[in-house]
């Protein structure tokens, strides 16, 4: 399968970057700004095999300000699209947030896998939709597993969680 006929779709927040609690706004804006361990890495690795995307609920920023924001940290390069709810006009727990990106993309749900931390907006939305999901868990050592989704402790476990996921066709 070819670059361009799958894609993995990561949440921002406490996925690809730190939600630092005592800021406000948009995160292009705050003081400090970091990537989460192993983002880069992570879509570094995969980039040249898959369409790499973001996708986030952050209601105070527009795709120019996570650009912004991803570009502090180095990961901007990575990341072929973004999807926000100022310019989807839906949350990620709705199917119509994921009709959305499915359309943006050209793509069938089985093509696309969500990797976040928010288990009911990142996976159970995913999962509502017929898009397989990772959760993204670095809080506790609880494992969800499902049909559709599992759950990985570290963005360096990615590569084997995909490949169980989606059986031969990563």
Avoid at 18 to 44: K, N, S
């Amino acid at each position: 399968m070819s670059r361009e006929q799958r894609c993995l779709l990561f949440d921002w927040g406490d996925t690809l970057m730190r939600v630092f609690p005592e800021y406000d706004g948009p995160m292009v804006t705050w003081p400090r700004v970091e990537a989460v361990p192993h983002a880069a890495e992570v879509l570094a690795a995969f980039q040249s095999q898959w369409l790499l995307a973001l996708a986030t609920n952050a209601e105070a920023s527009t795709e120019a300000d996570i650009r912004a924001a991803l570009a502090r940290v180095g990961l901007d390069r990575w990341l072929d699209k973004i999807y926000c709810f100022r310019g989807v006009g839906y949350k990620k727990s709705s199917p119509a947030f994921f009709a959305h990106v499915l359309a943006d993309l050209g793509l069938e749900p089985r093509q696309v896998v969500m990797i976040g931390d928010d288990f009911e907006a990142d996976v159970l939305g995913a999962n509502r939709c017929g898009i397989r999901a990772l959760w993204l868990n670095v809080q506790s050592a609880e494992v969800r597993q499902g049909e559709c989704y599992d759950t990985i402790h570290d963005l360096r476990a990615l590569p084997s969680a995909l490949a169980e996921l989606m059986g031969t066709t990563i």
